[in-house]
């Protein structure tokens, strides 16, 4: 797999882990271990189910413990994954590993965490109880994928639970990478020098049918009397409370009656992964008599096969699949004979043996550990992309019908007031604190004084919000900033300052200019305080021939929005009406360079905040009867209002790629910048056309906010009265920064002012 741009960097694996004796801890411990290696810029935590009170003794990776039967502490998992800002989470599971009915306390965790979810399902039945299927299918409903093991596994969600086979995954078990060299090798450590090493590992229990295995030994030894046959593994854990030794105790007497105990070593120990390499290492044929055809996963059958071992197992699932095409011998269920004869077959044919052996070890290669890894990280992915994304959507909110008058929040201002100090408003916060190693910036400030312009336009928010005096402090503060950003030296408008006060630049980026321009016009034309009218006229006179100098489309659009404002009590101003003249025509000359069939734009890329473009010659246009202006304003904004619409909702253009023509547009990062540049825009548009589709489409962008988009969540907090800094591509980016907050409420202002206006003109018609 070819590492992409775009990469899972924090991982959650939920399920047992080492040193808890299980399969199921181990390959845990396994995949955790052989991502973390595979990627090192991926950080990797584990939420290990404990079946005890007083735990095991984990290693660091194991960052939380879930205690099985108690479903609170399946609540604490979920709150611990959340504030870690986990960004998917591996799901572990096998009924019996986690508490209440066939597992369901593992579903409490998994309905409150805010991340996507894969889960590799260790076992997947054909007949299930009535609560394993109500499990199953509502892991289904919170699973955004599924990894298996086997094809098998794949055709059984499908035809057993429905689930479809495009949600999931086939990715084999993981297997050590083992070399492909002579057994002999290894033998000398377990005084199997020149014999033949059979071998059985896993921990010992009823349903592995070794009792068939050693009742094949004499039938084996009559023709190879050189056998010896190891069985490596402690008793299982369960089975040790539940009877203790006896299951162990019943197959040393059956040796000792078979007069087998020159033949037979037990290893009753839990083996580590190096003591594992050795065993295997040593032997010459793997043998699995399990008892249960409904085996979709031997991790032990697996790690044999892929180190090249000749495999003589019972017809289980997993052991079809893998020994399929002749990579092994199959033989019936509890049958001693065929196990012994599959055996002898092997020793008397050095070739087929050697053949297989070769076979498994070659195919093998496709399943070590860091294959696995690199498939695993594929799944992540595609769960965090999208694929699977709309299974998990259980949230998304019903659209709401266009013709339906959108019910905006109530107008909370706490989160602007608290990112704002005696400067000016900070640029970034973490989470919903401000952040003061960033600082300030101009383009946040002029954004934050057009904001409250509106406001305090709008009478009926202004008494909403039941403090007009805070907006005009607020306003104050904000214009005070712009000022100080002016440099009478260069004529242009600073950007970025820090914490302490300090300019980092001369002067800052065009963009940043024109927007604080835009502000100065919006102040003379709707302000009625002379002294914010004073000084905006003052740096609008000085800073707008500085724009005749610009090379930026964008400086250009906000350039004629801040005239568009100045002119409505100005409109006799030649020099700025000429000025509206040129940029008007540049803007226009964009279009006519890069324009064509099925690509109605001004540039060869689609960037950012890129309907302040459109809105920019459709004010325009109207405003100067231009009609080619207000002609391309129109059909570049529909343009762009039906590339980002997907599904019926709002889908800004990503800022991880953006759109360059001839390319696909990148879906994610989506910035609440975009989505108030199209409210704005398509407001405009309705205004100038009074057609009711521009009024539709502002209202569907402006749900945006509020939930519905492409991962169904909404970005703005009513809590804080903050918006999220961006639509990340399995969750919203939870820092509440002053672009993203502004957004929402520069949107909230317009939509609001709107609806009061066109309510009001519904009434007079009606009238």
Request: charged share 20%.
């Amino acid at each position: 797999m070819e590492h992409s741009s775009f990469r899972t960097r924090s991982i959650a694996f939920i399920g047992d882990f080492l040193p808890r004796r299980c399969g199921i801890a181990t390959f845990t411990a396994d995949i955790c271990e052989s991502i973390t290696s595979e990627f090192p810029d991926s950080q990797c935590l584990v939420a290990a189910v404990n079946d005890r009170k007083e735990g095991y003794d984990y290693p660091s990776p194991v960052r939380f413990e879930i205690t099985e039967s108690d479903i609170d502490s399946y609540a604490r998992a979920a709150d611990f994954l959340n504030i870690n800002r986990v960004e998917v989470l591996s799901v572990q599971h096998e009924f019996g590993i986690y508490g209440g009915a066939a597992g369901s306390h593992l579903l409490a965790l998994l309905r409150a965490v805010r991340m996507p979810v894969v889960t590799t399902l260790h076992t997947v039945l054909s007949e299930p109880s009535h609560d394993q299927r109500s499990v199953m299918m509502q892991l289904d409903a919170l699973s955004n994928r599924f990894i298996v093991m086997t094809e098998h596994g794949r055709t059984l969600l499908e035809r057993t639970y429905k689930i479809s086979p495009d949600k999931v995954d086939v990715i084999p078990h993981g297997v050590i990478d083992i070399p492909f060299i002579d057994p002999t090798f290894y033998k000398d450590q377990f005084n199997a020098v020149g014999k033949t090493v059979l071998l059985t590992f896993g921990l010992l229990s009823p349903n592995k049918g070794i009792e068939y295995a050693i009742a094949a030994l004499p039938a084996i030894i009559e023709k190879n009397p050189n056998v010896v046959y190891l069985i490596v593994g402690a008793t299982h854990p369960n089975l040790l409370v539940a009877e203790g030794e006896a299951y162990r105790r019943r197959l040393e007497r059956m040796v000792a009656d078979l007069n087998l105990t020159d033949y037979v070593v037990f290893h009753n120990r839990f083996v580590t992964k190096a003591e594992l390499m050795e065993f295997i290492g040593a032997a010459d044929i793997y043998i699995t008599p399990y008892l249960n055809e409904a085996q979709i996963t031997s991790g032990t059958l697996a790690y044999s096969f892929g180190a090249g071992k000749a495999v003589i197992s019972t017809p289980y699932w997993h052991a079809k699949q893998l020994l399929d095409e002749e990579r092994g011998i199959l033989v019936p269920f509890a049958d001693f004979q065929a196990i012994a004869d599959g055996v002898n077959r092997f020793l008397s044919n050095p070739g087929l043996m050697a053949a297989t052996r070769k076979h498994s070890w070659e195919l093998g290669r496709e399943m070590i550990w860091p294959v696995v890894a690199r498939r695993f990280m594929e799944s992540f992915e595609r769960a965090r992309t999208g694929a699977g994304m709309q299974e998990r959507s259980v949230a998304f909110t019903a659209p709401v019908e266009e013709t339906q008058f959108l019910q905006l929040p109530p107008l909370n201002l706490e989160h602007l007031n608290r990112m704002t100090d005696n400067t000016g408003i900070f640029q970034h916060a973490i989470y919903h604190i401000p952040n003061y190693a960033e600082g300030y910036c101009t383009d946040d400030n002029a954004r934050a004084f057009i904001l409250m312009l509106l406001l305090q336009e709008n009478e009926k928010n202004a008494e909403t919000n039941g403090s007009p005096w805070m907006l005009a402090r607020l306003a104050s503060t904000y214009l005070a900033f712009l000022w100080n950003a002016f440099n009478p030296e260069t004529r242009r408008f600073r950007n970025f300052m820090s914490h302490d006060r300090h300019w980092q630049e001369r002067a800052g980026s065009e963009d940043s200019h024109a927007r604080a321009l835009w502000a100065m016009g919006v102040a003379l034309g709707r302000s009625n305080d002379e002294g914010q009218r004073n000084i905006a006229a003052s740096l609008f006179q000085r800073g707008l021939p500085t724009v005749d100098q610009f090379t930026s489309p964008r400086a250009w659009a906000f350039a004629l929005l801040a005239i568009h404002e100045y002119l409505r009590p100005f409109a006799g101003d030649r020099y700025v009406t000429h000025m509206r003249e040129v940029f008007t025509g540049r803007l226009l000359e964009c279009h006519r360079v890069h324009s064509s069939e099925g690509w109605d734009w001004f540039e060869p890329s689609v960037a950012y905040d890129n309907a302040k473009l459109c809105h920019a010659l459709i004010s325009t246009g109207a405003e100067s009867s231009n009609s080619e202006a207000l002609e391309v304003g129109l059909s570049s904004l529909r343009w762009l209002l039906k590339s980002q619409t997907v599904g019926g909702h709002f889908a800004p253009i990503g800022c991880h790629g953006f759109w360059t023509r001839g390319e696909e547009p990148a879906r994610f990062d989506q910035q609440p910048l975009e989505a108030h540049a199209m409210v704005s825009a398509c407001l405009e548009a309705f205004n100038v056309t009074a057609d009711d589709f521009w009024r539709c489409a502002a209202q569907r962008c402006f749900r945006w906010f509020l939930g519905e988009n492409d991962l169904g969540e909404a970005l703005y907090d009513s809590v804080t009265g903050g918006c999220y800094d961006a639509l990340l591509q399995d969750r919203p980016n939870e820092n509440q920064g002053a672009e993203s907050s502004l957004a929402f409420h520069l949107s909230h202002a317009e939509m609001s002012r709107f609806m009061i206006r066109y309510s009001r003109k519904q009434k007079i018609c009606a009238a």
